[in-house]
């Protein structure tokens, strides 16, 4: 079984950047594709972006341009680099591997 777990989320001003990472663990030798999601209270999880097992990107229109996508597979993680952040960038963000959920970082974008 493999676990997710993500790091890096926080609050921020608009306009600010973070960088949220992904680390898989358990039964897993590498990790190939990897997806970011986020969800606000009382609304439907959300795509945010994807990356291939070969490294190609994919982004939700609302996040091209602003957001970066990106692996490290000697390490197994995955990471989000946020820049340019809105305030309706604020949710609690998840990775997804391989039919696996991370318990998701919170993301706040407020001055």
């Known amino acids: 079984q493999v676990q997710l777990v993500e790091s890096g989320g926080g609050l921020v001003q608009p306009g600010g950047s973070l960088r949220l990472s992904c680390t898989a663990s358990g039964s897993i030798s590498r990790i190939n594709a990897m997806a970011w999601y986020r969800q606000v209270p009382g609304q439907q999880r959300e795509w945010v972006a994807s990356?291939?097992?070969?490294?190609?990107?994919y982004y939700a229109d609302s996040v091209k341009g602003r957001f970066t996508v990106s692996k490290d597979n000697a390490k197994n993680t995955a990471f989000l680099q946020m820049n340019s952040l809105k305030p309706e960038d604020t949710a609690v963000y998840h990775c997804y591997h391989g039919g696996a959920w991370g318990q998701g970082t919170q993301v706040t974008v407020s001055a």
């Open positions: 990356i291939t097992s070969g490294g190609n990107t």
